[in-house]
């Protein structure tokens, strides 16, 4: 079923503009796919979905052609600066609110960064979750995605 569903989702997003989340889900079950909200995250996560600039500042789901630009340093760098509104943390938590939408992206690839300090990451629609190993190195790591959010290098 999940091959064939991510099969589905593949096709729905290179025939028709999908926004969010609720977009991907309505056209699956328009398909008689019944899905979850947790169940199309996980999808857009597994399938390494991107958002891509469609035009009126709005963004779109795509499938990625390029993995090693898809991966790249710079790539995460031009995600948290068009789209991470906040960053914050506490003991070893980071929390990044990002453009409604846009979450699982840069949380895509901030896990395929795969900072050393970074144990995990969890994604909603507008949240990222980030577990770091220690408080200790929770600043650091929250004042380098700040930094990415404000295009330093």
């Known amino acids: 079923m999940k091959a064939h569903r991510q099969s589905k989702i593949k096709q729905i997003i290179e025939n028709q503009i999908i926004e969010t989340q609720e ?5 699956l079950r328009a398909r ?3 899905v979850t909200q947790a169940t ?7 399938m390494q979905l991107v958002k891509i600039p469609c035009g009126n500042g709005k963004y ?22 068009e789209l991470v509104k906040k960053i914050d943390y506490s003991e070893n938590i980071i929390v990044v609110k990002t453009m ?3 979450a699982n992206s840069i949380c895509a690839a ?9 144990i995990g990451t969890v994604a ?15 600043e650091d790591v929250a004042l380098k995605l700040e930094a990415m959010s404000m295009g330093i290098k």
Do not use: C
Request: without cysteine.
């Open 23 to 27: 977009d991907l889900a309505a056209a």
């Open 32 to 34: 008689d796919i019944e």
């Open 40 to 46: 199309v995250s996980r999808d857009i996560k597994d």
């Open 60 to 81: 779109r789901y795509a499938y990625p052609i390029d993995t090693q630009t898809m991966h790249s340093e710079d790539r995460m760098q031009r995600l948290f600066k």
């Open 100 to 102: 409604p939408g846009a």
């Open 110 to 118: 901030l896990d395929n960064a795969r900072w050393p300090e970074v």
């Open 124 to 138: 909603g629609d507008d949240t990222i979750l980030a577990v770091v190993k220690s408080s200790s190195m929770a």
